[in-house]
């Protein structure tokens, strides 16, 4: 329980771990700067709280007797209503399958997705790993462009409705890019799905932490059939993920995972499967992930998540503005400040004379920042994005092959949260800017990898944490 009302303008002070010292290339400390918040975001107080008041009464759930099971049953089973309601789904015909995250989601969906010879999946040249390579092979998949700038070809979806009339079985489109922030019109796209027939599933793992989500009843056109997202981005770091989907395709078929927890009855012959969700969590669950997943999206909603959006959306406007002004740093997406209120606050840039990686490892050992840098698990788009030819793809794969990752080229990105301030971002802008004048101290090398570290950066990692 939250140990003062949630607020956006409060918000900060109930992150756990903000503002932790940590040490620089210089032996100084300075407190972190977290701006990697679309990897992973800090874990929310009220959720670290209900973990622990949680913990003395956690046991087995479902099948035991016994009071904490029973009361642990009802805390993972209460956890599945909260998600529901933060995704205004309908108990009655969407189902939450808790799993390990986004990853796990959208695998479980395409293998349980019915899909015939001749199906059609759509999916867009800038999704994250996790929403295309599960699709590869289960269906005749179809990429929708993207335009020079990174934004959706809605034209180029629309034709491919048109041409694969009567094949499109499902659309699989993430509602936030994590590269560039771009945020999909999910329910105009699947209106348009459902016009010709199709499903569609959103991969809300940018969206959920910074945007209210409808997935609405199965008819209205403009519903969700499906929502994938990670409570580890939504300040709930404790292991879980969710997959919100319609209730009667999982009533169907067998499970892709079968074991304990999933069956109704087992004879030596036979298998009778529980009703959905049960029967696509076999195995023991991650409760406390659900406990903790379900403390988050109430803190999300006590927050505001139409406040978290506006807040986002002024600290993006603010960030576009100043790194506008850096000479040689260049943006990609959609970079007008003015348009902030429309895009997540993921931004992907660059400074030519500087490679990403190396940027990345001067902000975090010379300024304490944390950003992320490379092709953030969606290599055709940040290919796509630095206007890499086939040749030049050809070649970085073949140096990947050879172990030689750090020839791959990359972009760096910053990501905020609803509890990153302004002086972070000066911060982060300050130290882009110093990199791109070529000011800074240390000596890098890189491994193979493609990660730097600066010369006589000695860490004594057990000070910190023991280990
Ligand atoms: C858009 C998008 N989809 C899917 C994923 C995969 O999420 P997870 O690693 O939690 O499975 C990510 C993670 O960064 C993402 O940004």
Redesign the pocket.
Known sequence: MASEPLSIAGVRSQIVGVDRQVPLLDGSERPYINLDN???TPALRPVAEAVNAFLPWYSSVHRGTGFKSQLSTRAYESAREAVLRFLSADPDEHVVIFG???????NKLARRFPLAEGDVVLLSLM?????DLPWRGRARVERIRVTEEGELDEDHFDHLLRRFAGRVRLLVI?????VTGYVNPIYRLAMKVHEVGGQILV?A??LAPHRRIVMGRLDDPAHLDYV?L?A??MYAPFGT?ALVGRRDTFAEGSPDIVGGGAISLVTVHDVAWAPPPYKEEAGSPNVIGAVALAEAVRSLEAIGVDAIAEHEAALTCHALQRLREIDGLVLYGDQRPECSAARVGVISLRIPEVEDGKVAAILACEAGIGVRHGC???QPYVFHLLGLSREEIARFSEAAARGERQQVPGLVRVSLGCYNTVEELDAAVEALARVARGEYNGRYRVDAEGEYYPEGYQVEWGRYLPL
């Open positions: 679309a990897a992973s390990r995250n986004t990853t796990e989601a959208i999704e994250h790993h996790s929403n993430s509602g936030a890019s994590n991969d793992a940018q994938a990670s580890h981005k993920g953030f698990c969606a």
